[in-house]
């Protein structure tokens, strides 16, 4: 059952992002309460697609790391308000007694594909948006996030040197936008998952007749993104014999976005994407594993196109 539909702000969400064994997540009930749901009925769609969510993906807090999550979140005056504010949610949404389900990520990148119609799509925009902002902020920005909240704590309690601290902050921000990618080349660090994916996607993006994707280790998350290109756009993908893709998969694929053919190959190492014929993509990860590691793509030049297509 489907509760009234909030639309909540990109602030309202980040305060319900919280750290766990050094991963970024979100919880089942509060994520229910974002696209609508009882959070009982929430989890039984999850379960329904069971096979989507490994364990990288989703998983139970133990009480430990629940209550950890009591503790860290806002300041030390809030704590006790805040602890009773979430134990009231997980104890009286649906008369639950156990500990909530955390999303990473990658989880709820691939709960956006569980959930269907145009109110999952909407708030799952204002998801992707919200983390694309939020990216200063994940991990490999741990000491720099500390520091900030260190500078904004001083503030609070003395409210002098606003100035010089306002100098700080600017200048760690800078910093971090050393992680901008750039149009033509960039490199992904660890955990930028959605940035890697949002990227990936505007190449996809881009197609208008054609897209030739080399990638020896192509599974089913691979034609999630491949599901964002535009009606009419033909797929081809060259990837190893022993891919997990199936049959059944592509026959799925194609009765909705046709059409894909899938093609083996055992001759190619790295991984290429081909847009209309003229447009080369030389991505250092393999496409299912976008943000788990540090991983480099490039614009390559057009003129190596029919080389690589010779010999794949």
Not at 70 to 80: G, H, T, V, Y
Not at 212 to 217: E, K, M, Q, T
Not at 230 to 246: A, F, H, M, R
Request: some cysteine; charged content about 25%; hydrophobic content about 40%.
């Amino acid at each position: 059952m489907k509760n009234e539909i909030a639309i909540h702000n990109s602030e309202w969400i980040k305060d319900k992002i919280y750290t766990v064994c050094g991963e970024q997540v979100m919880l089942d009930f509060e994520l229910a309460e974002i696209y609508g749901y009882e959070t009982k009925a929430f989890n039984q769609q999850v379960k329904n697609n069971i096979e989507r969510f490994d364990e990288d993906f989703r998983f139970q807090l133990t009480v430990e790391e629940f209550n950890e999550i009591l503790r860290c979140k806002n300041s030390a005056s809030n704590e006790i308000l805040r602890s009773k504010n979430l134990t009231s949610k997980t104890e009286n949404r649906g008369g639950r007694r156990y500990m909530p389900y955390a999303f990473t990520e990658q989880g709820i990148y691939m709960l956006m594909t569980v959930l269907k119609g145009e109110l999952a799509v909407a708030q799952s925009k204002i998801l992707i948006r919200m983390f694309k902002e939020m990216k200063h902020f994940l991990q490999n920005n741990a000491n720099i996030f500390a520091e900030i909240n260190t500078i904004k704590q001083n503030l609070l309690e003395t409210n002098v040197h606003q100035k010089e601290a306002d100098k700080r902050i600017d200048e760690l921000f800078t910093l971090m936008d050393k992680y901008n990618v750039e149009e033509k080349q960039g490199i992904f660090f660890q955990g930028q998952i959605f940035d890697a994916y949002a990227k990936f996607e505007s190449f996809i993006a881009q197609a208008k007749k054609e897209i030739i994707l080399i990638d020896g280790y192509v599974d089913l998350s691979v034609l999630e993104r491949l599901s964002k290109k535009q009606s009419g756009v033909n797929v081809t993908i060259y990837t190893d014999p022993k891919t997990k893709l199936t049959a059944q998969d592509i026959q799925k694929f194609n009765a909705q976005y046709p059409t894909m053919s899938v093609k083996h190959t055992t001759k190619m190492h790295d991984r290429f994407l081909i847009v209309d014929g003229k447009t080369l993509y030389h991505i250092g990860a393999s496409l299912k594993d976008l943000g788990k590691k540090c991983f480099a793509f490039e614009l390559l030049e057009p003129s190596l196109i029919p080389a690589i297509l010779q010999n794949v």
